[in-house]
Each structure stands twice: as structure tokens, then as C-alpha cells.
């Protein structure tokens, strides 16, 4: 789908991309996360997919973690070093508040203390906070429309997050292919991909600025995943009739889990 005049897309997030809007867009009324809305239903699932025994490891690399880190809260129990990413500098400062724990930094509390019910073990917001806050090992550039879509550290990695950002990023279905390519190439053999995206979605809202995406349809990313040589282990959708957000116009999110085809024994 061609891009709509009056929208941003590309470059344009380097100079109109304003995270802490995007951030009371999504986030900043929410006290506790509420049923209802879209971000219960990704903490939910992220948090079964990394309780799972096969999704665990000593590297994982989020990519285009935006200014948000909600979706490595469950992440972090399953992995040694996280890294997070992201192609804009504001996003990456906004990561290195949180990081620094600094008082400026948005309060992702509420949102911690969701996840640390979820996973029920007793754990606090604080405790798990100082314990993410260690696991994460550096704030990265990332271009995913670019090679290696990642600067500053060598894979393989164990697992790739990426949530929201291959339809924000990529212009056409050939470019998404290829970050989807590019992504599965930073695997080891047997790592797994996990992605969170959003269907049929043209743009999203932050503030007075609209944001142009490309429309994607579940059959379109399952053919992603296959060329790049993933095989689906998960593949989960909510439409958009469970969810309220009035900042975009998808018709339904989608959690995929695909894992890189081992090494055959020789």
C-alpha cells in the first residue's frame, strides 16, 4: 500500500518522532494496566512464551525497543544479557533514563508490578527492576532496512524480540521480507524470533503527528518466516474487537514465535 500523503514514515521518525507523546498515547494514563486494552493482552503472552522451557538463553537482542521496555520484563527471568535497540536517538535516551534510574524517566512501575503478578513468584517492582536494570548491557542503533540491521555487537544471539516495528519500518512487502531475513540471520542455529505485530494497519497516532505503516496480513508474515527459514512454533491472534486503542487503525495483533532450523547432525 502506497503511503499517505501528510504521514510520516522512514527518516522522518529521526525528526518528529516525539517519545514521551507516544508514550501518555499508550501508556501514561494507565495507573495498572486495564483489561481491555492492547497492552494486558502483549504482557500476557510475552510473559507465556518466556515461561516456556525452550525460550531461554544467554543472549537476547530487542529490536527497535522504542522508547519502551515493558516488552522485556518477562524477557529478562529467561536471559543472561539483553540488549535493547533502536533507530532514533530520543528513543534510546529515553531507554537511558530508565536505565540510569533517573527521575526523570518515565514510571514504568505499574507496568512491572502487572508483570511481577503475572509471574506470581513473590517478586517486587523494585527488586525487578535493579535486576533488569544489570541484565540489560547496552542501548543500541538500529536500522532494520539496513546490514547488519544492528550496530555495535556481533551475533549469533539466542533470541530476537521485535514488537511493533517491522510495519512501522519497512516501505513494501520486499523490504519486510528482508528485515525479516536480516533478523533470522542474527540467529544461532535453534534461536528464536519473537514478534508481536500488528495486521492490517495503516498508521498510528502520536499526538497531532500520524505515523504510516505497511498493511500486513497474517498469511504475509507466515511467509516471511518461512523464506528466511524459520519454522512457527507459536502463532496467536487478537482482533481488534478485544482491544481498545484509539491511536491506530489495525484490525488485530498477532504474537509469533518462530525458531531457526538447527544444525543437521552430520
Not at 522485556?72 to 535493547?84: H, P, W
Not at 551475533?155 to 516495528?165: A, G, K, S, V
Not at 494497519?201 to 505515523?211: A, I, L, P
Not at 491472534?237 to 481498545?244: Q, T, W
Request: proline fraction near 4%.
Amino acid at each position: 500500500m502506497a503511503k499517505e500523503s501528510g504521514t510520516f514514515s522512514g527518516g522522518d521518525y529521526k525528526s518528529h518522532f516525539q517519545p514521551r507523546e507516544y508514550l501518555r498515547n499508550n501508556l501514561g494514563d494507565l495507573e495498572r494496566p486495564q483489561e481491555g486494552n492492547y497492552l494486558p493482552w502483549a504482557l500476557k503472552k510475552l510473559h507465556q512464551v518466556f515461561s516456556h522451557s525452550d525460550l531461554h538463553g544467554h543472549r537476547l537482542l530487542d529490536v527497535g525497543s522504542g522508547p519502551t521496555i515493558y516488552q522485556i520484563l518477562s524477557a529478562s527471568e529467561a536471559f543472561d544479557d539483553i540488549y535493547l535497540s533502536d533507530f532514533t536517538e530520543v528513543n534510546r535516551n529515553e531507554l537511558h533514563l530508565w536505565l540510569a534510574d533517573s527521575p526523570e524517566a518515565f514510571n514504568w512501575s505499574p507496568i512491572i508490578q502487572y508483570v511481577c503478578d503475572l509471574e506470581g513468584n513473590g517478586d517486587t517492582c523494585e527488586s525487578k527492576s535493579e535486576r533488569l536494570r544489570r541484565k540489560v548491557k547496552s542501548v543500541l542503533s538500529c536500522d532494520v532496512n539496513q546490514d547488519p540491521p544492528v550496530c555495535g555487537i556481533d551475533p549469533p544471539f539466542d533470541c530476537i524480540l521485535t514488537t511493533f516495528c517491522l510495519e512501522a519500518a519497512c516501505l513494501d512487502i520486499e523490504m519486510y521480507h528482508q528485515a525479516v531475513g536480516r533478523l533470522a540471520g542474527l540467529l544461532k542455529a535453534g534461536g528464536h524470533l519473537v514478534m508481536l505485530v500488528t495486521l492490517e494497519k495503516t498508521f498510528y497516532q502520536v499526538g497531532n503527528e500520524r505515523f504510516w505503516c505497511l498493511e500486513l496480513s497474517e498469511s504475509t508474515v507466515q511467509e516471511a518466516l518461512i523464506k528466511a527459514g524459520l519454522s512457527i512454533t507459536v502463532d496467536e491472534k487478537c482482533c481488534r474487537s478485544e482491544l481498545a486503542d484509539a491511536y491506530a487503525n489495525f484490525t488485530a495483533m498477532l504474537l509469533v514465535v518462530a525458531q531457526k532450523n538447527p544444525l543437521k547432525q552430520q
